[in-house]
Structures are given as C-alpha cells and as structure tokens.
C-alpha cells in the first residue's frame, strides 16, 4: 500500500458516504426517490428502474472507482487516486453548482427551501472531500 495522506482518507470517507447513498438506491428505489423527491410517472412504467441505474448503480460504482484506486494504491500509483477521485468530484460539485443555479434562476418557483440549501451544502462537501487528494497533491 502506498503511503497514504491525510486527503486520501477524507475522499475514502466520501466514496464511502457516496457508495453507500448508491448501494441503497440500488436496492431501495423509493428510498433514492426519496432522497431527490422524485416519483416515476404511474402512466410511463418502468420508472424505478432509471432511479436504481441513475441513482444507484452508477453512484456505487462510481464510488467503488474511487475506493477501488485507493485500496490499489500501491499497483496503481497515485495518479489514479487523484484521477478517480477527481472525476467523482466533478459529479458532486456539478450537482452543487446546479442547485446554486436553481436556487437563483428560479427563485419565483419556490427552490428556496432548507432541503435545497442544505442539497447545495452537502454536494459541495462531498464533492470538496473527493478532491482533497488532488489539492493535496497540488499543495506540494
């Protein structure tokens, strides 16, 4: 195992969170639907199925990426853990960015609630914590 910093077990920590929010989708639908306040259409079937695909399978296997490239440090280098938890960031900032959108563009569409702010704070802390690796590897 390669040495392991400080920024690599705070994204360890997030992948986890993140992972773990997919795995339950994945296998809880309606608690993923839940989660974004999203129900499937009763006149199109199938809708459960984009909620486990899009809010399960891939958020676990996303955060199984970053999990994985950590546990695998030691083949994989470190520029695979920076990669992989780069890349997860990307997905959670994005998500944080456009809530931050919505709560300005539609403010007339009551988007100003606590659970958004709140969406907004917690994508944005994910998303921070999976790319401490890659601003630790630039404060060297």
Request: aromatic share 12%; net charge neutral.
């Amino acid at each position: 195992m390669a040495d392991w910093s400080f920024t690599w077990y705070i994204a360890g920590i997030a992948a986890l969170i993140g992972g773990a929010m997919g795995l339950l989708s994945l296998i809880r639908p309606r608690w993923g639907a839940g989660v974004v306040r999203l129900t499937p259409e009763t006149e199109r079937p199938g809708g459960w199925a984009e909620f486990r695909a899009s809010y399960g399978g891939a958020l676990f296997l996303l955060h199984g990426a970053v999990l994985l490239t950590l546990a695998m440090s030691g083949q994989a280098g470190e520029g695979s853990v920076i990669g992989a938890s780069f890349a997860a960031a990307c997905y959670w900032i994005g998500m944080g960015l456009g809530r931050i959108v919505s709560l300005v563009a539609d403010a007339s569409k009551d988007t100003r609630t606590g659970y958004n702010v709140f969406g907004t704070a917690f994508e944005l802390a994910v998303g921070i914590a999976l790319l401490a690796p890659f601003l630790g590897h630039l404060g060297r």
